[in-house]
């Protein structure tokens, strides 16, 4: 199966997908990554994390188009000079830290420049750091500063089941004024109802004269789903839950078994020449 045909440009995802789970960048993934350019297909990742948490993948993939970060809520150049911003409304951003207090959820603040914490033992703080490759900013507080600049606000719990249930507790308190999606299990998004990733897939298609159609998107999560909706042809990772694969176009291996380079080589290159 080839879709490569009208294909243009390959949005992904970045962990759990592009990365495996000790976040290294296969030789696999980089020769996909290398072997699109040579097909003339176009290569750009959109994460959770911020800017300066993709600046490695840069190098190693070869990124040359804007890198959307924070769900969406940031667009930045392989430099990380910024593009665009879409900061959470001040009163949204009050009402989702004032109700991911109430969940019993750690609450982290992403701005522009910063990543803000008030735990710095908190769970996932210390593998956070290692991943992004600087450490957070630790506050007593979350000001209205803050939040007057917050690009994502996440709630963090290993309680699997309660970061479910608060995603769509979430969605229904802050409707239309902040949009709240799961980046991982223990993840709970919060961004600007414009920063989204598929808000983000249409921006790029915009930026780089593309039809929806012509961009395939690759993703392991339920944020992932909003821009497999925006692309012509999604893939969902082996590692992906039910509701993200029953959402994609096809399924690939998982992304500790080079799942993005095997979707790439079959979904989106035209087969080897007999």
Request: negative net charge; charged residues 20%; aromatic residues 4%.
């Amino acid at each position: 199966m080839s879709v490569a045909s009208d294909i243009r440009l390959l949005l992904s995802d970045v962990d759990g997908t592009l990365v495996t789970d000790d976040k290294v960048i296969t030789a696999g993934a980089r020769d996909a990554a290398k072997a699109l350019r040579a097909g003339g297909l176009s290569l750009a990742v959109a994460s959770s994390r911020p800017p300066r948490g993709m600046a490695m993948l840069v190098a190693p993939l070869g990124l040359t188009l804007p890198m959307v970060g924070c769900n969406g809520a940031i667009l930045v150049n392989p430099d990380l000079s910024v593009i665009e911003v879409h900061p959470i409304d001040a009163a949204a951003a009050a009402r989702a830290v004032a109700f991911l207090a109430r969940q019993g959820l750690d609450i982290w603040i992403y701005t522009e420049t910063q990543w803000l914490v008030r735990d710095p033992r908190g769970p996932h703080v210390e593998r956070e750091a290692w991943i992004l490759g600087f450490d957070p900013d630790v506050v007593s507080d979350f000001t209205d500063a803050h939040l007057a600049r917050a690009l994502k606000i996440v709630g963090v719990s290993d309680d699997y089941p309660l970061v479910a249930a608060s995603e769509t507790a979430a969605q229904s308190l802050l409707g239309g004024s902040a949009s709240a999606t799961r980046s991982a299990a223990h993840f709970l998004d919060i961004t600007s109802p414009s920063a989204d990733k598929g808000a983000a897939a249409v921006a790029l298609a915009r930026r780089l004269d593309l039809a929806l159609h012509q961009i395939a998107t690759i993703g392991d999560m339920p944020n992932d789903i909003l821009m497999f909706r925006q692309s012509g042809f999604s893939v969902a990772m082996g590692n992906a839950s039910d509701e993200v694969k029953a959402a994609a176009s096809a399924v690939t291996d998982t992304n500790n078994n080079d799942g993005f380079a095997k979707a790439v080589r079959r979904f989106l290159l035209p087969p080897p020449r007999a």
